[in-house]
């Protein structure tokens, strides 16, 4: 049987070499600042001992992590496998931070005597949430071993098969409240370059979000330089061949972010129901997250509304509108075949014509 570790080692290749090639020339291009370790690591509670180092142990004693393999994750941990990218502008004053201008809930803002929450504060949350999104392994399902808050450059990162044999002997012994929080699904990784570059993108996408401007100009530390950044970055996200041969318009006629698949316009109320309602933005990525190729990079995150991310499934949100399409010609030949095509429907099909001449 494979190791998870040797299956770890798959996707981490891939993104060592993008690192390099990619990720590590794209900080000094947009001119980042791109110091790592810009915070500190968590440890258990009233030990010393890092997190980290406890769910190697767990991992250890459950018999599915070797010392060799062992040797190789904790390797990659002094290499800064799971430190933090500051993405601030190169020579910026103060401290570093991988997740810099989030919107904040300000006083003005904050909910009025007898309301739980204002709207306002509603939707900052929601954006913030959604910026942070690929920094973060989702979690929302109940079992042991997902870890809601864990970093996708989690150190321990488990295929679906080491989580099954894993799930089941925490069943067996009665033990699964010890094996919690042990590790993040593989498919969920990403390396720290991959993750920084992530949320600088889906920072510039948020604050293009219709009113979402007006509310990140009421931080005052979101300067001029990094606006600049945002709106280059913007302007490069908008490039549809950035989507390969099948393109994807995620603006709408006022430069504001749209859903490629609805073509709506997002809009700010849509913020933080990604779980409870269809138009809920949720996270989603451009070509699927695998197990063999971590998906959470620049250039292939994306806020969507939830219905639109439903669609998508599995596949690439390139392929989604030529499904769409097809899904729609199917129809028609359908009609057509039992004599049921009204003229609202050949009124379509003529745009249709006009439109592909
Ligand atoms: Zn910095």
């Known amino acids: ?81 799971q430190d933090k990218v500051c993405i601030l502008p190169k020579g910026h004053k103060g401290k570093c931070s991988h997740k810099p201008y989030l919107p904040k809930v300000t006083k003005e803002i904050r909910a009025k005597k007898g309301e739980k929450k204002s709207a306002l504060q509603k939707i900052i949350e929601g954006l913030v949430y959604k910026i942070c999104d690929p920094e973060n392994n989702p979690g929302g399902d ?88 945002l709106k280059q970055r913007w302007k490069e996200l908008k490039n549809s061949n950035l989507f390969a041969d099948r393109p994807l318009v995620i603006f709408d006629e006022n430069d504001n972010l749209q859903s490629p698949i609805s073509n709506k316009t997002i809009e700010l109320e849509q913020f933080g129901k990604g779980h409870t309602d269809l138009q809920g933005i949720q996270f989603g990525h451009i070509q699927p997250i695998s197990e063999d190729k971590w998906m959470t990079r620049p250039s292939n995150v994306m806020p969507l509304p939830r219905h639109c991310n439903l669609k998508q499934s599995n596949s690439s949100l390139n392929d989604v509108p030529i499904e769409q399409l097809n899904d729609a010609l199917k129809t028609v030949r359908r009609l057509k075949e039992h004599g049921a095509l009204t003229n609202e429907y050949k009124s379509i099909m003529k745009q249709f014509k006009d439109l592909s001449d």
């Open 142 to 229: 109940p079992l042991p071993l997902q870890n809601r808050g864990g970093s996708r450059n989690n150190l321990t990162m488990i295929d679906k098969e080491t989580e099954k044999t894993i799930r089941a002997l925490a069943k067996k012994k009665r033990k699964t409240k010890y094996y919690k929080n042990l590790a993040i699904r593989l498919s969920m990784g990403a390396s720290n370059t991959m993750i920084s570059l992530a949320i600088l993108d889906m920072l510039a996408l948020v604050y293009h979000v219709k009113g979402a401007k007006e509310i990140f100009e009421t931080y005052s530390e979101i300067t001029p330089e990094y606006v600049k950044i």
């Open 1 to 81: 049987m494979t190791s998870f570790v040797e299956k770890f080692k798959i996707p981490y290749n891939e993104s060592v070499e993008w690192d390099r090639t990619v990720g590590k020339p794209e900080i000094e291009r947009l001119g980042l600042c791109g110091n790592t370790n810009t915070t500190k690591k968590s440890t258990v509670k009233g030990t010393n001992k890092f997190t980290w180092q406890a769910r190697l142990d767990k991992l250890e004693e459950s018999g599915q992590l070797s010392t060799s393999d062992r040797d190789f994750l904790e390797e990659l941990e002094s290499k800064g496998f």
